[in-house]
């Protein structure tokens, strides 16, 4: 199982609609993804149609490998839509604190995902909108980070700084690559992401941006209002077409490291 992590500490970057619809995009191409919600706000659980307060939770399974009594993890797991779903809720958001005390505390998510290895082709962890225990969590139990951005200046901002992190992370986990970063939002009749894109391939290269762009598509969010992926909603809206051309080249590129 390779695992990747979605993220970026910038809000609304699209890391939640990309989790979500790259895994979709994978189901079809017929690998099994295993998607954890690593955010206290729970988007990517709401976007799967889960509004409650699953039990057990990532939280539940983190407390318990912390505690050193680990349950199996499958038990935390709900099927939505076709995929399967490690859910969060709001408890979650003690865990950046609960863990600060722990031994190990940046391995636990590493810890529980290793009990899952055989399951599943990818795990995509999608990481709350913060450099915090939960991030760290993710990054390093991950083989390879994606960074979804949306084209305006603060995001290369926010990418270079968090690229920096990623940076400090190595010391924990040498094996973590940047596998891409992949504009979302994008509008190309618009100067501004014509120039973010450029300034992007300038400063990190062709090899890791994603030739593949996530253009603005409404039915992507009102995919995630209905509860579920873009190829249940609307298999022919640009959205669907979009995330089908990035699992494409994230096979590719995740097939030649
Ligand atoms: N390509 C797109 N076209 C139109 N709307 C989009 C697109 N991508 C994301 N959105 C919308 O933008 C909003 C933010 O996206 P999303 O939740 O995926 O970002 P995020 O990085 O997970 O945010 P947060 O940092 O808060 O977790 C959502 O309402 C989503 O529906
Ligand atoms: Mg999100």
Known sequence: MKIISIAIQKGGAGKTTTTLNLAAA?????????????????????SLGIHDEPFPNTYHLLKREAAGI?????????????????????????????????????????????????RYDF???????????????????????????????????????????????????????LLGLVLTRYDARKTMTREVEAQLLQDYGRDKVFTTCIRTSIALAKAQRAGTDIFSFDKNANGAKDYRALAAEFLSKIGSK
Do not use: W
């Not at 690998?31 to 729970?42: E, N, S």
């Not at 490690?86 to 865990?95: D, F, K, Q």
């Open 26 to 46: 994978l189901r079809e191409a017929g690998k099994t993804c295993l998607l954890v919600d690593l955010d206290p706000q729970a988007g990517l659980s709401q």
């Open 70 to 118: 680990p349950g199996p993890p499958e038990d935390a797991i709900i099927e939505k839509s076709g995929l399967d779903l490690i859910p969060a809720s709001l408890e979650l958001a003690s865990a950046e604190l609960e863990l600060v005390s722990v031994y190990g505390r940046e391995h636990i998510l590493a810890q529980v995902l290793q009990r899952l290895e055989r």
């Open 123 to 177: 795990a995509l962890l999608d990481c709350p909108p913060s450099i915090g225990m939960l991030t760290v969590n993710a990054l390093v139990a991950s083989d390879a980070i994606l960074m979804p951005l949306t084209p305006e200046f603060l995001s290369l901002r926010g990418a270079k700084s968090f690229l920096r992190h990623l940076e400090l992370v190595r010391r924990l986990n040498a094996r973590i690559d």
